[in-house]
Nanobody, 118 residues
Framework: VQLQASGGGLVQPGGSLRLSCAAS????????MNWYRQAPGKERELVAT???????GYADSVKGRFTISRVNAKNTVSLQMNSLRPEDTAVYYC?????????????WGQGTLVTVSS
């Protein structure tokens, strides 16, 4: 199983970006899908989470600005980021609880850099 993230880049404060992540491989089902981020010198933190039925949760710092969504049939998860701030600058990682042929485990994508700067 592999997770491939894309969509990062440089954006000005107040701008928007959309991150996407696709899971591939021998997947039976995917439960929770998450986005984490890690800023320079800081610990990795959970940004947003979505369960298979569509229920979502967000870190307080991104509530009202970020929206997580998923397409179960395509094993994809996205993160729409609006009203971006310099403090949103980080490497963003997708993460998923995948049930594969060998059983359930968490997988990580490779990370995509988001830089918010004027």
């Amino acid at each position: 199983v592999q997770l491939q993230a894309s969509g990062g880049g440089l954006v000005q404060p107040g701008g928007s970006l959309r991150l996407s992540c696709a899971a591939s491989g021998s997947i039976v089902s995917i439960a929770t899908m998450n986005w984490y981020r890690q800023a320079p010198g800081k610990e990795r933190e959970l940004v947003a989470t979505i369960i298979s039925s569509g229920g979502t949760g967000y870190a307080d710092s991104v509530k009202g600005r970020f929206t997580i969504s998923r397409v179960n049939a395509k094993n994809t998860v996205s993160l729409q980021m609006n009203s971006l701030r310099p403090e949103d600058t980080a490497v963003y990682y997708c993460n998923a609880a995948v049930r594969g042929l060998t059983g359930p485990r968490y997988y990580w994508g490779q990370g995509t850099l988001v830089t918010v700067s004027s």
